[in-house]
């Protein structure tokens, strides 16, 4: 079992920039895959960002060069960051971490970004 707990999000002007935190606990070591994904208003969730324990990452083509994830862990946590920057109004939605641990997916409660423009 994975715990998250999201941080950071909130209201920004177009320009600007936002640093959202997800931190996992529980069966930390398990975990393969963790990242960001994104719905808007009457939209399907999208990935934004993932990234492997290995260190690869993959963006969405519409956040290349102005998102970065990155992750560390110590032992007792693991914490997966998306740093927007230069954010448009097509960037609001409420953005989700997500993690694959041993084959199992956990997504976290949802922290709403808005850019405003």
């Known amino acids: 079992q994975v715990q998250l707990v999201e941080s950071g999000g909130g209201l920004v002007q177009a320009g600007g920039s936002l640093r959202l935190s997800c931190v996992a606990s529980?069966?930390?070591?398990?975990?393969?895959?963790m990242g960001w994904y994104r719905q808007a208003p009457g939209k399907q969730r999208e990935l934004v960002a993932v990234?492997?324990?290995?260190?690869?990452?993959?963006?969405a083509d519409s956040v290349k060069g102005r998102f970065t994830v990155s992750s560390f862990r110590d032992n007792a946590k693991k914490t997966v960051w998306l740093q927007m920057n230069s954010l448009k109004p097509e960037d609001t939605a409420v953005y989700y971490c997500?993690?694959?641990?041993?084959?199992?997916?956990?997504w976290g409660q949802g922290t709403q970004v808005t850019v405003s423009s």
């Open positions: 529980g069966s930390i070591f398990s975990i393969n895959v």
């Open positions: 997500n993690v694959i641990a041993a084959g199992l997916g956990y």
């Open positions: 990234i492997t324990s290995g260190g690869r990452t993959n963006y």
